[in-house]
């Protein structure tokens, strides 16, 4: 076992895991953070994406023990004090989903491309989420979201209270 | 899935982590942005008894200027590869390629040493290295040497980095003004390459002074297209010259077949590749 220090979604935690352990299984199965699904487990499809330290990942890609004195930010943190993250709030202005299973992935690399770039066109939106797959095929309206969260200037700071100025 | 137990060390330092790597003896692997490992240990494809993650040695992040040539730090990411201004203006296809290579959040981890030392022959940074003509810095318990990038890549997954030695850095001797394309066929999106080709040219007067072809996935390790980086010298940047010089990009090639394509498909696109790659690169 291993012990690491970790901040998720503004709160520290102090745990031992097995090195082995990845980090999406520790944020949904240690810390009970389940709104960070696992999809395909093969590092393709983004459905697990969170940020660390500012950037996004995908957290079944990572190991527990490689997040030892970072900061995550998880489709839980976004929210602050009941208020829906903007990106959330055009996710659902949009309806930018059907099952519903990728939109946290969507999400976090959603903001992810705002914080690269916050006016990005309709194929830099498109090329953005290239690693996000939604499998009911729901790509259109999810485009539509990003824009409307990028016309309403949601961008680098407002991607979670938590990480505000966490590395860029 | 998750991947078999092993024992985990996170050393600070290059020394350290040689040590580490001593230590731990012939059942260790190192870990480098583990985007391509860590599926693999996933899938159990591998089992070391030890992972060496070299994830927190700052010195082996970053680029940095040394007169006539750009260094990478082998943990330096693709995405700060990408952010290089130095990169992007003296080495201009690794940029490019690197603009193909999976998607953001693999380049958010992922780095060019890892991608390197792993070797898969579908990687999208073999061939730039390659062409350009780096010079890869190879640590080990007896000092440093350096290998030029024409000997590093030995075959499938393999390289010039022995047991208990390292990738430390990418020395790149600078190509400024030179023109570059990495021309990427895929069937969909962050697909591994099925044949790619990068390609920086130097135009003098309207005319190819210079050319530099790296073929991705035309073999078991990255290729240079020798033949047409000569045919090419002295060659109007049109159409028709470069369509001629091309024709050979896959003489001395021996690439896969498989449910992507056959070894003919490949040859055929890395010809149409090659062309389009020496265009784009000369401004054409």
């Not at chain 1, 829906?84 to 519903?100: E, I, T, V, W």
């Not at chain 2, 020394?15 to 190192?30: F, I, N, R, W």
């Not at chain 2, 369509?243 to 394509?261: F, H, I, M, V, Y």
């Given at each position: ?168 | ?47 070391p008894e030890t992972v060496v993650d070299l994830g927190r040695i700052e010195e082996l992040r970053g680029v940095r200027d040394e007169g006539d040539h ?215």
């Open positions: 076992m291993t012990r690491i220090n970790v901040t998720v979604d503004g709160v520290g935690y102090e745990d031992e895991v097995e090195p082995r352990t990845l980090l999406v299984h520790y944020l949904r199965e240690t810390l009970g953070k389940t709104g960070t699904v696992v999809g395909c487990d093969t590092s393709n499809c983004g459905a697990c994406t969170v940020h660390l330290d500012g950037r996004s990942v995908k957290s079944c890609n990572v190991l527990a023990v490689q997040a030892d004195g970072h900061e995550v930010t998880t489709i839980e943190g976004l929210a602050q004090d009941g208020e829906l993250h903007p990106m959330q709030r055009a996710f659902h202005d949009c309806h930018a989903l059907q099952c519903g299973y990728c939109t946290p992935g969507m999400i976090m690399q959603a903001i992810d491309v705002l914080n690269d770039n916050p006016h990005p066109s309709e194929e830099q939106i498109r090329v953005g989420l290239e690693g996000n797959l939604c499998r009911c095929t729901g790509y259109h309206n999810i485009v539509k979201a990003v824009q409307q969260a990028a016309d309403e200037g949601s961008t680098a700071g407002a991607s979670a209270g938590a990480t505000a100025g966490g590395a860029q | 899935m998750i991947p078999a137990r092993f024992d985990y060390v996170a050393p600070t330092s290059v020394a350290d982590a040689l040590s580490a790597l001593a230590e731990a003896g012939d059942d260790a692997k190192v870990m480098a942005g583990g985007q391509s490992l860590l599926p693999i240990l996933r899938m159990r494809l591998n089992a750009v260094v990478i730090g082998a943990m330096t990411t693709y995405a700060d590869v990408l952010a290089s201004d130095l990169v992007r203006q003296h080495a201009g296809v690794l940029t490019d390629a690197i603009e193909e290579v999976a998607d953001p959040q693999i380049r958010h981890r992922g780095t060019v040493g890892g991608a390197l030392v792993h070797a898969d022959p579908a990687g999208d940074v073999g061939a730039p290295v390659l062409a350009l003509d780096a010079e890869l810095v190879v640590t080990g318990p007896g000092g440093e040497r350096t290998v030029p990038a024409a000997e590093f890549f030995r075959d499938l997954f393999e390289t010039a980095v022995g047991e208990g030695e390292l990738l430390t850095a990418i020395r790149i001797p600078k190509h400024t003004g030179w023109g570059s394309r990495y021309e990427k066929f895929v069937r969909v999106a962050h697909q591994w390459s099925i044949v790619a080709v990068a390609a920086t040219v130097r135009v003098e007067g309207g005319a190819i002074a210079e050319a530099r072809i790296g073929l991705t996935n035309m073999g078991s390790t990255p290729l240079r297209a020798t033949a047409v980086e000569q045919a090419l010298v002295g060659k109007a940047a049109t159409e028709d010259a470069v369509r001629e010089a091309c024709a050979a990009a896959a003489e001395g090639t021996n690439p896969p077949s498989d449910l992507n394509g056959d070894a003919d498909y490949r040859k055929h696109l890395a010809t149409v590749l090659t062309r389009r790659a020496v265009l784009a690169a000369a401004g054409a």
